[in-house]
């Protein structure tokens, strides 16, 4: 009775080896610097809960004139925030916003990545 041996050949094994290499060599520089991407989305996320903040605000404050604050400058947003503050370092661009539903463009920076994202507020006494 003769015993059949089975397994992979060494070419088998190096052509494997070869196709992951390939493969590494493809897909790792597509994952080496996310850190840029994930600062830009950090401040897209703070900018979108800064246009919400202020919507629900003036929401609020033209329902009732004492729930909510009056928002006559961007910067005011910032403490509209579940929070009370911006995170750590990000600031917001100093410009006015004229009072009774006018809509003006602000924009919020991200710290130490030159990243910024604009979102809307609207100004209410």
């Known amino acids: 009775m003769k015993v059949r041996q089975s397994g992979f050949t060494l070419i088998e094994l190096v052509m494997v080896i070869v196709?992951?290499?390939?493969?590494?060599?493809?897909?790792?520089?597509?994952?080496?610097?996310?850190?840029?991407?994930?600062?830009?989305?950090?401040?897209?996320?703070?900018?979108?809960?800064?246009?919400?903040?202020?919507?629900?605000?003036y929401a609020a404050r033209k329902a009732n004139s004492s729930n909510g604050a009056?928002?006559?400058?961007?910067?005011?947003?910032?403490?509209?925030?579940?929070?009370?503050?911006?995170?750590?370092?990000?600031?917001?661009?100093?410009?006015?916003?004229?009072?009774?539903?006018?809509?003006t463009d602000c924009v919020v920076i991200a710290p130490a990545s030159a990243a910024s994202a604009a979102f809307t507020a609207t100004g209410i006494n």
């Open 19 to 57: 196709l992951i290499g390939v493969l590494a060599a493809i897909a790792i520089p597509k994952f080496v610097d996310l850190s840029g991407d994930a600062k830009a989305a950090a401040v897209e996320g703070v900018a979108g809960a800064l246009s919400s903040a202020a919507a629900i605000n």
């Open 70 to 103: 009056a928002v006559d400058n961007c910067q005011d947003v910032g403490t509209l925030l579940q929070a009370g503050a911006l995170p750590a370092d990000y600031s917001i661009t100093s410009a006015a916003i004229t009072a009774d539903a006018t809509k």
